[in-house]
């Protein structure tokens, strides 16, 4: 009879595996590890969101200004010394200039005595349908602060031409001759001076304040701020979602007293 095959069992004692306990620490673990990335990842997510949202703001209002600066320094070039050509209007919301840049028949860049020519008459401000009550808060034909609308350049014509978008408000302060500063809160005209500016001429610098705010409100975000204008005003807009920037800037008017 042959004998029956020997089986040798393998000794098995040495291959631990995790108890359930283990498994559980170690999820936990990992849980806590995944949490604090996450957490960390939402904190630079909104940094980001935020900073690109002031970034786009900036922006806006730089662009705005480089064009604004470019032209206000022209304001009442006048080569051939006519009359009428300067500044045109000076109140706290508008700002309305002319300049003889060009025109002359023979030679296109050179000044030919009037600013009937493109690009010779501009002002600065809003439009009257996006601030209605002329106090360089936009209001869109309703209450101040209910919106943000287009800061614009017009030209001779009344075309209107937006420089910068979602712009809550705007301020020109004038320093006068002798250093004299005023903010103008009526109309003032060549013809028509109000008191705090007798005579148009006499403007020398404007500062310029413009208050802009990111094109999309920002979660988590509560706006409770106050802003101070060059002339001292201060402005209080509403607590919203909506984060802002306020730039003032001073721009010489090169040609006027000259």
Known sequence: MANAPYCRSRAVGDQKGFTLAELMIVMLITSVIIGAVFTIYLVHQRSYVEHDDLSDVQQNLRGALAVMTQEIRQAGCNPTRSAGIGIQQATSS?????????????????????????????????????????????????????????????????????????????????????????????????TQANAAIPNLNDIRELQVSILGRAANPSKDFRHNQTYTTASGAVWTPPQDSFRRRLVIVNIQCRNMGL
């Open 94 to 190: 508008a700002f309305r200039f002319t300049s003889d840049l060009g025109g002359d028949p023979v030679s296109p860049n050179k000044a030919d005595g009037d600013a009937n020519d493109a690009n010779e008459d501009i002002a600065f401000g809003f439009s009257a349908a996006n601030d209605a009550d002329g106090n360089g808060i936009a209001d869109g034909g309703g209450a101040d602060w209910s919106t943000s609308a287009s800061l614009g350049r017009s030209t001779a014509g009344g075309v209107f031409q937006p420089i910068a978008d979602n712009i809550e408000a705007v301020e020109f302060n004038y320093i006068l001759d002798g250093g004299t500063a005023t903010n103008s809160s009526g109309i003032a005209t060549a």
